[in-house]
């Protein structure tokens, strides 16, 4: 079985320590990388600054809600980088607002998930992720454009 890396972008510590503890059981993810500001992420992603040996995640778990940077900013830039478009993005934000979903799949998101209020629900619904992106889709090669 392939395993993944998962590099989560949230400010929120609650809801890294959630993903975390959803995430443990997984025989597919094989490490959640987290940071907390669009401005660490594209370091991460670009392998500078703190971050020279990263590896390129798999997915990319992305609020909206982030402070110095957005994450519709975040999202544009990574989507408009040849070296990092094809990475999936997969928003994942406390709203449901039609205008923010909107603006995440014009600025090409891969996919938009609500997050649950409860402990369950959240399980459940990174279970759900995590059967599709890591059971059906196809990830790109992580040597495609890095």
């Not at 940071?35 to 500078?48: Q, W």
Request: proline letters at 6%; charged letters at 25%; aromatic letters at 8%.
């Amino acid at each position: 079985m392939t395993t993944v890396d998962i590099l989560m972008v949230e400010d929120n510590p609650g809801d890294v320590e959630l993903t975390r503890e959803a995430l443990e059981n997984s025989r597919v993810v094989r490490e959640l990388f987290v940071v907390d500001n669009g401005d660490e992420a594209l370091e991460f992603l670009r392998r500078e600054g703190r971050f020279p040996d990263a590896p390129r995640p798999d997915l990319i778990l992305l609020d909206l809600n982030l402070p110095r940077m957005s994450g519709h900013e975040l999202l544009e830039i990574i989507k408009r980088d040849a070296a990092l478009c094809a990475i999936p993005v997969i928003i994942l934000s406390s709203s449901a607002s039609a205008m923010d979903v909107l603006a995440s799949y014009e600025a090409k998101a891969n996919c938009y998930l609500t997050k649950p209020g409860d402990f369950g629900g959240y399980v459940a619904m990174l279970a759900k992720m995590e059967d599709f992106w890591f059971g059906f889709a196809k990830l790109p090669p992580k040597h495609a454009t890095a």
